[in-house]
Protein backbone atom coordinates (compact mmCIF):
# COMPACT_ATOMS: atom_id res chain seq x y z
CA UNK A 1 0.00 0.00 0.00
CA UNK A 2 1.08 3.74 -0.68
CA UNK A 3 0.14 6.88 1.33
CA UNK A 4 0.07 9.98 -0.12
CA UNK A 5 0.66 13.29 1.81
CA UNK A 6 0.08 17.14 0.17
CA UNK A 7 1.35 19.67 0.97
CA UNK A 8 1.68 23.58 -0.04
CA UNK A 9 -1.85 24.70 -1.04
CA UNK A 10 -2.83 28.07 0.02
CA UNK A 11 -3.93 31.52 -1.11
CA UNK A 12 -2.06 33.78 -3.66
CA UNK A 13 -2.29 36.44 -6.15
CA UNK A 14 -2.74 36.52 -9.66
CA UNK A 15 0.45 35.97 -10.88
CA UNK A 16 1.97 34.57 -7.55
CA UNK A 17 3.42 30.84 -7.51
CA UNK A 18 3.12 28.13 -5.22
CA UNK A 19 5.10 24.81 -4.79
CA UNK A 20 2.98 21.76 -3.66
CA UNK A 21 4.74 18.67 -2.37
CA UNK A 22 3.54 15.43 -2.42
CA UNK A 23 4.97 12.80 0.30
CA UNK A 24 4.52 9.12 -0.64
CA UNK A 25 5.26 6.62 1.44
CA UNK A 26 4.81 2.63 2.59
CA UNK A 27 5.33 0.59 -0.75
CA UNK A 28 6.88 3.47 -2.54
CA UNK A 29 9.11 0.97 -4.86
CA UNK A 30 6.06 0.29 -6.01
CA UNK A 31 5.17 3.22 -7.86
CA UNK A 32 5.48 3.25 -11.61
CA UNK A 33 3.92 7.07 -12.05
CA UNK A 34 2.86 10.10 -10.07
CA UNK A 35 0.12 12.24 -10.85
CA UNK A 36 -1.44 15.69 -10.03
CA UNK A 37 -5.52 16.10 -10.40
CA UNK A 38 -7.59 19.17 -9.87
CA UNK A 39 -10.68 20.14 -9.41
CA UNK A 40 -12.59 23.20 -9.20
CA UNK A 41 -16.04 23.90 -7.69
CA UNK A 42 -18.73 22.22 -9.83
CA UNK A 43 -16.37 20.95 -12.42
CA UNK A 44 -15.32 17.78 -12.78
CA UNK A 45 -11.64 16.33 -11.57
CA UNK A 46 -8.96 16.86 -14.49
CA UNK A 47 -5.27 15.88 -15.03
CA UNK A 48 -3.10 18.85 -14.45
CA UNK A 49 0.70 16.71 -14.91
CA UNK A 50 2.29 13.23 -15.13
CA UNK A 51 5.51 12.04 -14.14
CA UNK A 52 6.69 8.49 -14.88
CA UNK A 53 9.88 5.89 -13.46
CA UNK A 54 11.50 6.62 -15.81
CA UNK A 55 11.50 10.55 -15.21
CA UNK A 56 9.23 11.89 -18.44
CA UNK A 57 6.71 14.05 -18.10
CA UNK A 58 3.29 15.55 -19.09
CA UNK A 59 1.65 18.85 -19.02
CA UNK A 60 -1.65 19.41 -19.99
CA UNK A 61 -1.80 22.52 -22.27
CA UNK A 62 -2.90 24.72 -19.93
CA UNK A 63 -0.13 24.88 -17.75
CA UNK A 64 2.71 23.64 -19.49
CA UNK A 65 4.12 26.88 -19.75
CA UNK A 66 3.61 28.09 -15.76
CA UNK A 67 4.25 24.55 -14.17
CA UNK A 68 6.88 22.75 -13.49
CA UNK A 69 6.94 18.44 -12.13
CA UNK A 70 9.63 17.14 -10.41
CA UNK A 71 10.42 14.68 -8.37
CA UNK A 72 13.45 14.12 -5.71
CA UNK A 73 14.84 10.49 -6.84
CA UNK A 74 16.12 9.47 -3.20
CA UNK A 75 12.88 10.45 -1.06
CA UNK A 76 10.45 9.88 -3.87
CA UNK A 77 8.53 12.93 -3.21
CA UNK A 78 7.01 15.08 -6.45
CA UNK A 79 6.51 18.78 -6.43
CA UNK A 80 4.52 20.74 -8.69
CA UNK A 81 6.26 24.27 -8.94
CA UNK A 82 3.40 26.36 -9.87
CA UNK A 83 3.45 30.06 -11.40
CA UNK A 84 2.08 32.94 -12.79
CA UNK A 85 -1.20 31.73 -11.33
CA UNK A 86 -4.32 32.38 -12.62
CA UNK A 87 -8.02 32.36 -10.88
CA UNK A 88 -8.51 29.47 -13.08
CA UNK A 89 -6.40 27.53 -11.34
CA UNK A 90 -8.34 27.50 -8.40
CA UNK A 91 -9.08 24.29 -7.09
CA UNK A 92 -8.16 21.08 -4.36
CA UNK A 93 -5.21 20.06 -5.97
CA UNK A 94 -4.61 15.82 -5.97
CA UNK A 95 -1.87 13.86 -5.92
CA UNK A 96 -2.48 10.97 -7.15
CA UNK A 97 0.18 7.42 -7.30
CA UNK A 98 0.08 4.56 -9.86
CA UNK A 99 1.31 1.08 -8.71
CA UNK A 100 2.77 -1.53 -10.92
CA UNK A 101 1.46 -4.37 -12.37
CA UNK A 102 3.26 -7.35 -9.93
CA UNK A 103 2.48 -5.01 -6.97
CA UNK A 104 -1.40 -5.05 -8.00
CA UNK A 105 -1.88 -1.84 -10.10
CA UNK A 106 -3.67 -0.06 -7.52
CA UNK A 107 -3.75 3.95 -7.95
CA UNK A 108 -3.63 5.61 -4.67
CA UNK A 109 -4.90 9.19 -3.87
CA UNK A 110 -4.27 11.65 -1.48
CA UNK A 111 -6.47 13.89 0.10
CA UNK A 112 -6.28 17.02 -1.34
CA UNK A 113 -4.80 20.60 -1.48
CA UNK A 114 -6.52 23.65 -1.67
CA UNK A 115 -5.16 26.60 -3.78
CA UNK A 116 -7.07 29.41 -4.25
CA UNK A 117 -5.75 32.19 -6.89
CA UNK A 118 -7.58 35.92 -5.68
CA UNK A 119 -8.13 37.98 -8.88
Known amino acids: QVQLEESGGGLVQAGGSLRLSCAPS????????MYWYRQAPGTERELVAT???????FYIEDVKDRFILSRDKHSDAMYLQMLSLKPEDTAIYYC?????????????WGQGTQVTVSS
Open 96 to 108: VAEEGGSCGGHTY
Open 26 to 33: GDTGCIIA
Open 51 to 57: ISSDGSK
